[in-house]
């Protein structure tokens, strides 16, 4: 048996996702079809998983993960709060509609900030 070396390279794995959003299994089917350089596969964890691709290809990790729009986030979860506090002592229904509805965009506005990286 002649082993032969493939080269491999990232881009032709034809990768759909990006390796943090895959599942454990996709990342262990990838790693037995495509990458042989890597051994024990099925063993591995996802965060392993994922760390043995990264560390074969030499990608680096993003130290932090920190949403930049940190402080941002925290000041709209503070409007948050109390604007639920200012719903509970009104007594005008169409009013406690209107703060329900403000406070409903403000949280998807804070999801949406914190998905933007």
Do not use: H
């Amino acid at each position: 048996m002649s082993q032969e070396a493939i080269e491999i390279t990232f881009e032709s794995l034809g990768l759909t996702k990006t390796l943090d959003k895959m599942t454990a299994k996709e990342l262990r089917q990838l790693i037995v079809a495509k990458i042989p350089a890597i051994v024990g596969a099925s063993g591995m964890q996802k965060e392993e998983l994922v760390k043995a691709v990264k560390d074969v290809f030499g990608i680096k990790d993003d130290a932090g993960g920190v949403s930049p729009y940190k402080d941002q986030i925290f000041t709209l979860k503070k409007t948050i709060r109390d604007m639920r506090v200012a719903k509970g002592t009104v007594a005008a229904r169409q009013e406690r509609t209107q703060i329900r509805r403000k406070i409903n965009k403000l949280k998807k506005r804070t999801r949406r900030l914190a998905r933007a990286l």
